[in-house]
């Protein structure tokens, strides 16, 4: 979807404020709630670019006023609520007032070593790769109104194909529960004019991470 | 810093607890009552984060590139496996990416749509690196970005920004410092900060460090 959340390019956000000794976390109900979305992961009930689109689907002004913690908080109350595993009426209540439904699993004390690391994304292929190192690419002019990885700043620019990285889980699909659809992985390369026009610095390059539905031959 | 203005006391009621403070303490208290959570697990996570995982790891990769040459091939050539059989970590996600940094080529990460990190080598992401402006400057204005941390690349040093855009993660390989020559792998990677490897700060110089 085209919301704020795509902020390759914007303007007016001022400064990068680097803080000098920076704790993992400023609060504990960061720390809880970072715990509690790995732990609902492991659960099941979701993946991360369901979680992200939860994310990107809060109101503009709520996304740029939220702290990073914040949105990941709202977005978690959101899939609940939408996923009728926890209630907006129960949150407000501050206790349960119905039982739980049953997950695929729950996450204990002994077995969170295990699962302190990203998860797998990479899949079987369901057909050749299309591109290949050194093909010239277009990426597409599309905005879809759900979840995509394609940034509005990269859409309709010629690159090269740098790389091919595998096939993965396609976040377009698994996000609104069609599935996993896996798609070749490629990086593409840009040039800074391509992208900025006559005002980019002009040794610039950048790259984004795109999955094959995104391409086409230029 | 946006994290510094997260307390709207609720003078209504009295409480000194924070907005945020008490949405989190409703949303565990619901979820480990309806079953779905443990408590004890989410200490035991917060306990990970805060004390196992972190840049250390990632400078330990560092260090053993600039002393291993063989080592430093089979990290570019696949970062994923080579950070596997060093040992620190017992799983690394798909796929962690090296890029290295020469006297002519200055890489910078990014995740533009969210704020994706690689958070097994390098410990959750710093606040400035899930901000706005970090998200929105480092692909058009990466210069001025650096020039927020107080670095300035030299004008024939070209920039190249990856766009963390799927599951794949980015690892910088920091130039290694001059006067380092004979130096442990374990002094070395005292060198390597956490900037370094997310490509918005050098190793430092040796007089940096005891």
């Not at chain 1, 920076?22 to 400023?26: G, W």
């Not at chain 1, 900025?196 to 002009?202: L, V, Y």
């Not at chain 2, 196992?52 to 840049?55: F, R």
């Given at each position: 979807m085209d919301g704020v959340h795509d902020m390759g390019g914007m303007h007016g956000f001022g400064k990068v404020e680097p803080e000098q000794n920076?704790?993992?976390?400023?609060e504990d109900w960061e720390a809880r709630t970072q715990a509690l979305y790995r732990a609902m992961s492991y659960a099941g009930v979701w993946v991360i670019d369901q979680a992200r689109f939860a994310r990107e689907r809060l109101p503009p002004d709520v996304y740029l006023a939220s702290s990073y913690y914040k949105k990941w908080e709202l977005g978690m109350e959101k899939q609940l609520a939408e996923l009728d595993l926890a209630g907006r009426d129960e949150l407000a209540a501050g206790h349960a007032l119905r039982p739980g439904k049953s997950l695929k699993r729950k996450l204990s004390a002994a077995e969170v070593p295990n699962v302190i690391t990203r998860g797998s994304f990479a899949r079987p292929a369901q057909?050749?790769?299309r591109f290949k190192p050194g093909d010239r690419v277009r990426t597409k002019n599309i905005h879809p109104k759900t979840h995509t990885r394609l940034p509005r700043y990269a859409r309709d620019k010629v690159g090269v194909v740098e790389a091919l990285r595998g096939c993965h889980v396609f976040p377009d699909t698994v996000a609104i529960g069609k599935g996993e659809d896996p798609q070749w992985l490629y990086t593409v390369l840009f040039d800074g004019r391509e992208l900025?026009?006559?005002?980019?610095?002009?040794s610039l390059k950048v790259s984004i991470e795109a999955f094959e539905p995104y391409l086409e031959l230029a | 810093m946006e994290q510094k203005h997260e307390h709207h006391h609720d003078d209504e009621h009295g409480s000194e607890l924070s907005e945020m403070q008490l949405r989190v303490r409703a949303l565990e208290t619901v979820l480990t009552e309806k079953g779905y959570v443990d408590p004890a697990a989410l200490d035991a996570i917060i306990e990970a984060f805060e004390t196992?995982?972190?840049?250390h790891i990632g400078a330990r990769v560092v260090a053993k590139a600039w002393t291993d040459p063989s080592f430093k091939r089979a990290l570019l050539d696949n970062a994923t496996k080579a950070v596997l059989a060093l040992?620190?970590?017992n799983r690394v996600g798909d796929h962690l990416i090296a890029v290295e940094n020469t006297p002519k080529l200055h890489n910078m990460i990014v995740c533009t749509l969210c704020s994706c990190y690689p958070w097994e080598v390098l410990g959750l992401p710093p606040v400035w690196y899930k901000s706005a402006p970090y998200r929105s400057r480092a692909v058009n204005d990466p210069r001025g970005v650096l020039a927020d941390f107080g670095v300035t690349l030299p004008a024939d040093t070209a920039i190249r920004v990856w766009d963390s855009t799927a599951e794949t993660r980015f690892i910088v390989l920091p130039l290694r410092p001059k006067g380092?020559?004979?130096?442990s792998e374990e002094k070395l990677a005292s060198l390597v900060t956490r900037d370094s490897m997310v490509g918005t700060g050098f190793a430092k110089q040796p007089g940096e460090v005891a």
């Open positions: 920076e704790p993992v976390f400023h057909k050749p790769a900025w026009g006559e005002s980019a610095e002009p | 196992k995982v972190g840049p040992g620190l970590i380092t020559e004979g130096w």
